[in-house]
């Protein structure tokens, strides 16, 4: 028994020895892959700073690309504005008869260059205030004022537009509703274009401007029409830049795709949003929810006198 207890002792050490050098063998190869992958992390790293070079290099083309776009439309928008200028100014004095008698086909003919430059006038307009949005060199002047005095601006804007007595424009009359801190010559800007959109694609019907308080924060302004629709597939759309749907009555009046995208980034200017619903058929309704006080301004609104009570009226562009 005494015999056999070193030898047993030699093979338990022989065995430890041999544990020994295959737990070392096995950290060698981890070493050598660790040593690999490092030298892979090493290259990968390289080429993720490359990459983000490229992206910086790319980054800071589309930037100067952006900008670019941006003064050109400025500068452009700002040089077609003097002979728009000067043309609707001629073909006024031509209309008041400033310089003789016209024939009916001469007057026809002066009003259609009118028309024309008005229209052209309004694309130009568009594309400068998109430039200044997309350049972020426009800004909001906040301040408080009454809907029912936006509404009747905005009434008198309209009622010289309105040639037919088949489309009626109608805005009720807010009711029981706050003053409004905001940028309402923005707000009214939102407004016309949702307007004049629906008077363009209604032949028949009504086109009604309303208000709704949503909560203790925000007021809901809508203008809804019984025009032609929009169909279903079109609705993600609508809202985004030079997108005009096809139609019969879309390709009679010109326009630039641009007043519905406008009106989507004025509102979210004044930290608000727009949306839409309509059915072909069965009319449109387009609105814009703004906060009742633009940035969560606390100021409390001067005083005006009271209006006196009374039911909530209709006020017809008639």
Known sequence: MMVDQPRENQEQCRAL?????????????????????NAELAETNKGVVVLYAELDDKAEALRQAS??????????????????GAIRTISRILLDRMDGPLSDEQERQVRF????????????????????????RISVSPAWFEMVDLFAALRGMFKPLLTT?????????PADLPRIYTD????????????????????????RVTARRQDDDAV?????????????????AIFQDFIQIDSPLQRKWRGTGLGL??????????????AMT??????????????????????????????????RRELHAE
Request: hydrophobic share 35%.
């Open 220 to 236: 809901t302004f809508s203008v809804s029409d019984t025009g032609i629709g929009i169909a279903q597939e079109h609705h993600a």
């Open 17 to 37: 020895q041999e544990e020994i050098q295959t737990l070392r063998a096995q950290l060698d190869r981890r070493r050598e892959e660790i040593a690999e992958l």
């Open 67 to 84: 900008d670019l776009k941006s003064r050109f439309l400025s500068y452009m928008s700002h040089e077609f504005r003097t002979p728009l």
């Open 184 to 207: 309402d010559k923005k707000l009214s800007q939102i407004l016309r274009n949702y307007i004049s959109n629906a008077l363009k694609f209604t032949q028949q019907g009504t086109v």
């Open 278 to 311: 309509s059915e072909p058929g069965a009319g449109s309704t387009f609105s814009v929810t703004i906060p009742i006080r633009f940035g969560g301004e606390q100021a409390t609104p001067p005083s005006l006198p009271e209006r006196r009570a009374g039911d």
């Open 165 to 173: 007595t088949t489309v009626s424009l109608i805005f009720e009359e």
């Open 113 to 136: 260059i009118q028309q024309s430059a008005t229209e052209l006038n309004q694309m130009v307009d568009d594309l400068l205030d998109l430039a200044k949005i997309e350049a972020g």
């Open 261 to 274: 995208s406008l009106s989507k980034k004025i509102a979210e200017l004044l930290g608000g949003s727009v």
